[in-house]
């Protein structure tokens, strides 16, 4: 069951609007909803990722940073988040 699944027993009231954000957030960085797949290609994922390899991502940050970059955020699965926060930290910050 997901979690939005329990708005369905909710009716009107304080209890749906409590669940709101599960309905709003699911799936979000996991999977796709039906038909969103169709309108994902390369230059929307160029345009709101990065992507890049170490030095391309390097160099890619420092741009950004230059037009007013102050944070990354990453939202990754969580089986691969400490592996990639690993990898990301030795392949990217330590040369940056």
Excluded at 11 to 24: A, L, P
Excluded at 39 to 54: K, M, P, S
Aim: net charge negative; hydrophobic share 35%; aromatic share 12%.
């Amino acid at each position: 069951m997901w979690p939005y699944d329990l708005l369905a027993g909710c009716g009107r009231g304080k209890s749906k609007t409590r669940f709101r954000h599960f309905r709003t957030h699911e799936r979000h960085y996991t999977y796709l909803h039906p038909g969103e797949a169709e309108l994902i290609d390369a230059e929307l994922i160029r345009a709101t990722c990065l992507v890049e390899e170490a030095d391309e991502l390097i160099e890619r940050i420092r741009e950004l940073e230059g037009g007013g970059l102050l944070e990354l955020m990453f939202a990754t699965g969580v089986d691969e988040k400490w592996r990639f926060s690993e990898e990301f930290a030795r392949r990217v910050v330590t040369r940056y």
